[in-house]
T-cell receptor, first 111, second 115 residues
Framework: QKEVEQNSGPLSVPEGAIASLNCTYSDRVSQSFFWYRQYSGKSPELIMSIYSNGDKEDGRFTAQLNKASQYVSLLIRDSQPSDSATYLCAVSRRVGYKLSFGAGTTVTVRA | DAGVTQSPTHLIKTRGQQVTLRCSPKSGHDTVSWYQQALGQGPQFIFQ???????QRGNFPDRFSGHQFPNYSSELNVNALLLGDSALYLC??????????????FGQGTRLTVV
């Protein structure tokens, strides 16, 4: 079983719609959860972090964490063409510990 | 405020050669982690350096080694290069004693091609 699994893409959404990305993890003691955005040919850019159960909103992004279900998600509201990228879910067992990444979900926002 | 910088940005090496990649962490950061990202995959953790010591190591062979200098910059060395070592190598920096939670920020990466 992979440490971090993401829903397979690619995910294509119309401009203005909501993109929903899902991620599950296998290490029950994981404490820190991150979403990174990676444009083609570029390095990952941190867009959201979440550490406790529930929702966390930052602009058009909402991260949701459910530790009991070992599930974390990212919603992108009012999707824009500039949101077209690969989104990586990363999980860490404890503060400052290594990040375990999923394979990423590629999102395409069509105008 | 300078972010994480890596050099070189691109590199082509021949099988069997050795390579050294360099990373300068974000200003004020003291911890450096290295990741390997193959095409179409998520980054894979290689190792982490803190206080000039390797603190954690992923599932990579001993051909991969590193170093951290007193100014917190770091090097990744790969010996006896294999074709399968072709990948994007990413450096991430963080601050160990961050109040609250620690976040890692990535450099632009070094694209290594082994021929």
């Amino acid at each position: 079983q992979k440490e971090v699994e993401q829903n397979s893409g690619p995910l294509s959404v119309p401009e203005g719609a909501i993109a929903s990305l899902n991620c599950t993890y296998s290490d029950r003691v994981s404490q820190s959860f991150f979403w990174y955005r990676q444009y083609s040919g570029k390095s990952p850019e941190l867009i959201m972090s979440i550490y406790s159960n529930g929702d966390k909103e930052d602009g058009r992004f909402t991260a949701q964490l459910n530790k009991a279900s070992q599930y974390v998600s990212l919603l992108i509201r009012d999707s824009q063409p500039s949101d077209s990228a690969t989104y990586l879910c990363a999980v860490s067992r404890r503060v400052g510990y290594k990040l375990s990444f999923g394979a990423g979900t590629t999102v395409t926002v069509r105008a | 405020d300078a972010g994480v910088t890596q050099s070189p940005t691109h590199l082509i090496k021949t099988r069997g050669q050795q390579v050294t990649l360099r990373c300068s962490p974000k200003s004020g950061h003291d911890t450096v982690s290295w990741y390997q990202q193959a095409l179409g995959q998520g980054p894979q953790f290689i190792f982490q350096y803190y206080e000039e010591e390797e603190r954690q190591r992923g599932n990579f062979p001993d051909r991969f080694s590193g170093h951290q200098f007193p100014n917190y910059s770091s090097e990744l060395n790969v010996n006896a290069l294999l074709l399968g070592d072709s990948a994007l190598y990413l450096c991430a920096s963080s601050l160990e004693k961050t109040p609250g939670h620690i976040e890692a920020f990535f450099g632009q990466g070094t694209r290594l091609t082994v021929v």
